[in-house]
């Protein structure tokens, strides 16, 4: 099936040149044009070449435009479109005749926009059908891949990079994109990032199969309010799981909500139940809201699988312990019981310490350094047999940054998955803290729930590759 | 009953004096001490008088100290204790025959470190109980009046003030108190905050007398692992609520949580089915997490209770509509439908804007104000007569703190509640917008699942109190 190669794909994110179609006018009330995704991009240091295209020609912040994406010397691989709608169709021929395999239709009103829009966009999909010529969109921002600088959003960003990692999401809102959300001050580590827009042509499932062979992608987090073709998503999804995870975070779940999102994309939703069944059959993982779209993921970027479900907290005040645990319980976690040999260890530190939770809080109080109470216990906790993973609650100041440090070869020697959740009274240390964890390869939450609950999705999946490896 | 009068308690929230016994030492290695609580105090510029008693006397950042509180002259309303646990009981007697009615003790190590401290705890109650001196802890870090600058926790904060407002959040754990949240840089509006401790004789009914009769208290949120009697709890709640919501954040649902929490807490937790529906009876209302905790009452602190559970949404983008509307359905709202002449009115700015989820966003980009187009939007959906609630989403910036700026007259006067959720792409300005909102006395959150929600758990609200005035 032509429309779920997964080849054409690369040209949308590793490409070595980039048309970018549309007004290059920079006043500020024409920010959603040609000029502002050249802006972005620049500052992104996009490490291939970009080529403006627009009647006008001239040039823009020191590079060349052309009138006519057929003037370019070299080859072109992706096309990023921001012009009017009734052009688009002849503009995508023009890229076609180029050679260019990768299209983005940035614009806006088609199919979601009325009756117009929609028969402007069958024209768009017989075109790309014809040619080879592989459609993005319409109505999206387009891709990011920090690993080269790709950036194709025209809208002004606050940031001007976001740390590289596993994590690749994919969405079918604005919202849930690079556009809408604070990437770079959140500390995502991110490997591609795809709006699907109106997916009149590539969708869920080229992704899927594109993302479960890119070797940069550790987890695919997904947003999707509709599935185009039930059928291909299953087996694509059963192929990917094998390889990594594939969190789907599908909203439209009340009736109500489901006649909003086809109202919105002009498709028809299904009923949520078949979904449910559907994603648990093809091993996906669904999760149910916007932070856990985001945050879960953070856990299979960096961290290896656990060998079982047995957990263990260890925390700086008795009642996280219990939140802990709570949690943990709720998400299919057991509480680690601990071996002698962990008790006598802990009971040399302080009586007090020989549970599961493991409160330092106590003993932290009264020592000299409290946060060299955390760098003994956490080796003794994670070397435990009877312990498979582990969420360790401390402050987010930049003493606790210091013992991660000190620990990084430790930890991953051991080869258990760790995440941790931090506390503190300063939002900005807090966050600046749970970056510099994050870039030294450790899930940091500014949540607990959510620090322990990717543990609990991180044995879930482990259940759903052995069973897929089987 | 004695243990359960309101009446002693206004001493914890509204002296005039406070005498903070222990060590006066300012080095960094022994910050949880009375210097630290003065510190604190005098950075929150706490209104009343503050009496350091210390067995060397002296003086502490220009403040006299005294070696037995006997020596002050003026008459004492509340003392803190940072001082070892055996020295506490002999305290408290002093302080009783000084004529003081309320005593913290901070100090650690009592009936949650074992059978001497319980023995202890033991004798600190006899005690209490024999002066008619209420005792709050031990094991706590105290009271934050934000009205008075009154703090007693002894560590240090990253923060010299909160925001004053309506809620009052009681907690039996320092993870969900003063001690360890960004309390400030969250921007919550601040009654009352208490942390119960051990809870030996000031405990959770006492609290939620007091606050329902508070008048700066709109709203009590408050997290507990274990209730000390039944009986008086529900009366206490079905009480309060009456007057105000009483919301509830209970851990220890699993078996595995319930047993941490009774080690933790020396208490047995009981079982949960028990709790829940004790909770529904009285009219309290259960959160689920720490994230609702902290946000939910949010809503309550400012606006005013909706009359039905009609809900709109206004967005910038169709798939925040789609999971608003979701949300809204799981927490018992439905989508409003407007009135013709609202989507008369609509339908002038936009064909395309009658629709509820109201998606703004592809008028938004033509518009040559983007944020006029919400100022014109949002009294045009307030105005609605089948419209209970709102729910707004927008960009954290400036600009839209400036359109609530102007609209806020007009928002008061339509008397509906509405929530505001931010998006945008630099956390600080999203953050520093969201606090600006909530001064302005809009509940603002981060979280668009938890805007919408708040509005159901106000619906919730409505009608528990309407069933409990009948």
Not at 162 to 174: D, H, L, N, R
Not at 326 to 338: E, K, R, S
Request: one cysteine or more; a neutral charge.
């Amino acid at each position: 099936m032509k429309a779920h190669r997964a080849d054409g794909l690369s040209a949308f994110f590793e490409p070595a040149s980039v048309a970018v179609f549309g007004s290059l006018n920079d006043s500020a009330f024409a920010i959603g044009n040609a000029f502002g995704v050249i802006k972005n991009m620049l500052s992104f240091r996009f490490k291939g070449k970009i080529y403006p295209i627009n009647l006008s020609g001239g040039e823009t912040m020191g590079i060349k435009a052309y009138t006519n994406v057929s003037e370019v010397g070299d080859a072109v691989d992706l096309a990023m479109l921001l012009i009017p709608p009734r052009a688009v169709p002849a503009v995508i021929n023009q890229c076609a005749s180029k050679g260019i395999r990768a299209v983005i239709v940035g614009t806006e009103n088609f199919a979601e926009a009325g009756e117009e829009g929609a028969a402007l966009q069958k024209e768009v999909v017989k075109i790309a059908r014809r040619s080879g010529t592989r459609v993005l969109g319409p109505n999206t921002l387009g891709v990011l891949n920090p690993s080269n600088g790709l950036i194709t959003t025209p809208y002004p960003l606050y940031y001007d990079s976001v740390m590289k990692g596993g994590i690749s999401y994919c969405s079918q809102s604005g919202l849930l994109s690079f556009g809408a959300c604070p990437l770079k001050d959140k500390g995502y580590p991110i490997s591609k990032m795809c709006d699907f827009g109106n997916k009149c042509d590539v969708n869920e499932v080229d992704l899927l199969n594109y993302l479960a062979e890119d070797s940069d992608t550790r987890v695919i987090s997904m947003h999707l309010e509709d599935i185009k073709d039930g059928h291909a998503f299953m087996e694509a999804t059963r192929k990917a799981v094998v390889k990594k995870p594939v969190l789907i975070f599908k909203p439209g779940r009340s009736e109500a909500g489901a006649k909003a999102a086809a109202s919105h994309t002009g498709s028809l939703a299904g009923d949520n139940q078949i979904y449910d069944s559907a994603f648990r059959q093809a091993g996906a993982i669904r999760v149910n809201n916007l932070g856990e779209f985001w945050e879960i993921p953070r856990v299979f970027s960096s961290q290896p699988l656990p060998k079982g479900n047995r957990f263990a907290v260890i925390v700086g005040s008795g009642g996280s312990g219990v939140i802990a645990i709570d949690t943990a319980t709720d998400v299919g976690l057991i509480p680690a019981t601990f071996t002698t040999s962990t008790v006598r260890k802990m009971a040399r530190l302080s009586p007090r310490l020989a549970n599961n939770p493991v409160d330092i809080g106590p003993v932290s109080v009264t020592a000299s350094d409290p946060f060299s109470v955390f760098e003994e216990m956490i080796p003794i906790v994670l070397a435990d047999g009877n312990v498979d993973c582990v969420t360790i609650g401390c402050m987010g100041t930049p003493e606790s940054v210091d013992v991660f440090r000190r620990l990084k070869t430790h930890l991953s020697d051991i080869s258990k998955p760790i995440t941790i959740f931090l506390w503190g009274t300063d939002l900005q240390i807090m966050e600046e803290s749970a970056r510099q964890l994050e870039a030294l390869g450790i899930p940091t939450y500014l949540d607990l729930e959510t620090a322990v609950k990717s543990l609990g999705v991180s044995v879930a999946y482990s259940k759903i590759k052995l069973r897929a490896e089987r």
